[in-house]
């Protein structure tokens, strides 16, 4: 269990920050960005549950949760040497969770006729925006990836491109089950 006594150390004061191995990094690395950037999108996803309740809101509390699942795995670079610790790590079946819970809210929409402005209700934009951000976390994370000295679990990377998706279904579901989605309308305003 984490223990936080102290939320100052100083020790970030050189434009640093020290990873969960205990390394330290410059705080503009690529790892810290990614994890930053899951950070992030989980604060977005907080502003979401203001306007979520029942299903919507025990899905988004279970996202939020993996996501520190998820900056902590980030945050504990695979190196192959061994730690005093066994580091956590997204798996497989928070993956598996997440595509259950895209097809099982996706089988009440219609099918789209048009791309979908983010909009709507003011759960649908929120949620959105955290797709957004999870889209930027997802592109940073996997470009962590193709360092051959940055290792990233597979795992981690599929988990964010299964929550983008999620994301986009519960929006819909957000716009009363997709009937009230903004659709696009190609040169409209030509």
């Known amino acids: 269990m984490v223990k936080l006594n102290k939320i100052y150390t100083r020790t970030g004061d050189d434009g640093s920050t020290g990873l969960g191995s205990g390394e330290r990094r410059p705080k503009w690395d690529l790892r810290v960005e990614a994890y930053g950037t899951v950070d992030e999108a989980n604060a977005t996803l907080g502003l979401a549950r203001l306007h979520a309740s029942g299903e919507m809101d025990g899905i988004i509390i279970r996202i939020q949760n993996d996501l520190f699942d998820l900056g902590a795995d980030l ?113 409209q305003n030509r």
């Open 75 to 187: 945050a504990v670079p695979d190196t192959g040497e061994p730690l005093s610790y066994e580091p956590l790590r997204i798996v497989a079946s928070q993956v598996e969770r997440l595509e259950a819970e895209i097809d099982g809210l996706n089988e009440r929409l219609e099918p789209l006729r048009s791309f979908v402005l983010p909009g709507g209700t003011a759960l649908a934009a929120a949620l959105h925006l955290s797709r957004t951000v999870v889209r930027r976390a997802e592109r940073l994370t996997a470009e962590l990836a193709s360092h051959p000295a940055e290792r990233v679990s597979r795992d981690a990377v599929r988990y964010l491109n299964r929550l983008s998706d999620l994301l986009f279904v519960m929006g819909r579901v957000a716009n009363d089950d997709g009937r009230g989605d903004v659709l696009w309308v190609p040169g």
